[in-house]
């Protein structure tokens, strides 16, 4: 059979459709380019981020770690000994040699000391605005309602010593640095996975190598 005619109802409400589409074609390409341009930069703003993964083979006494290739058949699997282990190496104190190691007091990626202020897009666009309103309107108006702040003199805190300082600084370190650190303890075998993600593809090897020889 022959292809079947449209009704004239539909072939009116076809021709009116492509007359509004044909008019309001600038619109529509305006819209379309600024939903891919926003979608553009959003991605362009996105950070990358790379893991490394570290596969260790554990003995039931912990006596030694081999490579994952070298594993016997024999090797059974222990769940407690798996989960132990892992919770060895994703502690905070192990953290704590590996900045040592590392030397992230020095890493302007991890303390934030040495890292240089970055204003993002955001900041950059609406933070002379935020300052602006906040100063003209926000606190004239808090002024107005509550009156003058007064606040009480408090102690000045006894200083921190160097060591104190510094023991502080590794700290707040390792807390950073395991934020990137995951262990991964296998159910059926002796293998743990370390795995490190940073926004450096050569620190996450680095570091997820450094965790793994510091455990052994």
């Given amino acids: 059979p022959g292809p079947i005619p ?25 819209v379309a380019f600024l939903v891919t341009s926003l979608a553009a930069l959003f991605v362009y703003q996105i950070t990358p981020l790379y893991r490394a993964d ?15 290739e070298s594993v016997v058949q024999s090797v059974q699997a222990d769940y407690w000994t798996n989960e132990t282990e892992a919770a060895v190496i994703a502690s905070r104190e192990m953290a704590r040699k590996a900045v040592e190691r590392l030397n992230l007091v ?22 002379p605005m935020r300052e602006f309103v906040s100063a003209t309107l926000v606190a004239p108006i808090r002024e107005a309602v509550f009156g003058s702040e007064t606040t009480e003199a408090m102690p000045a805190p006894a200083p921190m010593t160097a060591d104190e300082k510094r023991d502080a600084l ?3 370190l390792a807390g950073a640095f395991l934020g990137g650190l995951n262990v991964v ?3 059926r075998s002796r293998v743990l996975t370390v795995t490190y993600t940073s926004t ?11 965790t793994s020889e510091l455990y052994i």
């Fill in 106 to 127: 020095n890493n302007p990626m991890f303390n934030p000391e040495l890292r240089r202020p970055e204003t993002g897009l955001f900041g950059t666009v609406f933070g």
């Fill in 6 to 30: 449209l009704i004239e109802d539909e072939a009116l409400t076809l021709r009116r459709l492509y007359s509004v589409l044909r008019r309001r074609i600038a619109l529509i390409a305006g």
């Fill in 54 to 68: 570290v596969d260790m083979v554990v003995d039931g006494g912990r006596q030694k770690v081999v490579n994952a």
């Fill in 185 to 187: 303890p296998h159910e």
């Fill in 170 to 172: 590794i700290d707040q």
């Fill in 200 to 210: 450096d593809p050569a620190f996450a090897a680095l570091a997820a190598n450094t």
